[in-house]
């Protein structure tokens, strides 16, 4: 009984119609996806393509990461591998484990969260806040046995009715974003879609969007955009593993492998788009568009900007904003931390003044 009442949930929020929004919405699962397509009006005056961004802050736990969490908890109560008063345990960089903790305490379930412990504080207040038990590790490689990941399959392997996540290699994540994310765009943008451009980190997002938009139209140009210190800008380009550039001021995203997310996806090409170019675009949306996002999102847009100038006038290119930049005010939009990355001249300067 306990699993089909969160069955009959999920299966309402995964529902592709997005005439949906106008409905009575069930609970926290059920109001995740169905986001609004958003136009940048300035952006696509100045490309001459139509830049659009999923507008994934507005899931119910703020970011897209919502997804990912529901299917995640979903497919382990398909398989009946957890049960009612579950520990639900991932290893992340934030987002996933917001979204997880909200859906845990929906469902009555327990959150653990194991994260590097270079994530913004805000990140790991609002998992304290939300109840998780959380646990920051030392950054280190993923062929470390120390890795936040590592730390978080130990703790499931070693307690009954508890559930690793897994979220980079449980291909749960990357189906639940072709049964929903990619459906939304199609049917928002009536098929007129002519590129999509996300960057990665478990490989889910941009891994099911392409799987379902190619099947509809394989002509549609699907690109992924990566930071500093990724390998999946090379690893796209030439197949080599090879980290370009040193560490990121995005969180969340690029990578150090392929993960089975990622694994087979069929992306066209890669594109690298400097922290320079990321904070710049921040700011833009922030003081031009009037969005306030974090890094990943100003990478996604300004990787959106860079595919428009391949693109014939006229096209639809596609992208997201992640979540808001609240989680990362004092990182992003502090003077002294943009000085100390050398960052600081990458924000127009009209707008220098009003960081604090």
Known sequence: MFAST?????????????????????????????TPLIRLPKLSEETGCNILVKAEYLNPGGSIKDR??????????????????????EGTAGNTGIGLAHLCNALG???????PNNQSKAKIDILRLLGAEVTTVPVVPITDPNNYNHH??????????????NQFDNRANRRGHYLTTGPEIWTQTNGKVN??????????TLAGVCMYLKEKNNKIRTVLADPPG??????????????MGDASIT?????????????DAPIDESLFISDQKSVHMVFKLLYEEGFFVGASSGLNVAAAVELSQSMPKGSTIVTCICDNGQKYFNRLFSNDELSKRGLLDSVPEQYRKNLF
Do not use: P
């Open 109 to 115: 379930f327990k959150c653990v969260i194991f994260m």
């Open 195 to 204: 590129a999509v451009v996300m960057s990665t980190g478990t490989g889910g």
């Open 152 to 165: 978080a399959k130990r703790y499931a392997e070693q307690r009954e009715n508890t559930l690793w996540t």
């Open 68 to 89: 990912a969490a529901l299917f995640l908890i979903q497919d382990a109560l398909d398989k009946n591998i957890i049960k009612e008063g579950a520990t639900i345990v």
């Open 230 to 243: 990724s390998v999946l800008y090379n690893y796209i380009k030439s197949g080599k593993l090879e980290r």
């Open 6 to 34: 969160i069955k009959h949930g999920a299966r309402r929020c995964l529902s592709t119609d997005v005439s949906f929004s106008a409905r009575i919405l069930e609970g926290f699962r059920g109001s995740v996806g169905n």
């Open 251 to 263: 969180e969340g995203i690029g990578q150090g492998r392929v993960t089975q997310n990622l694994k």
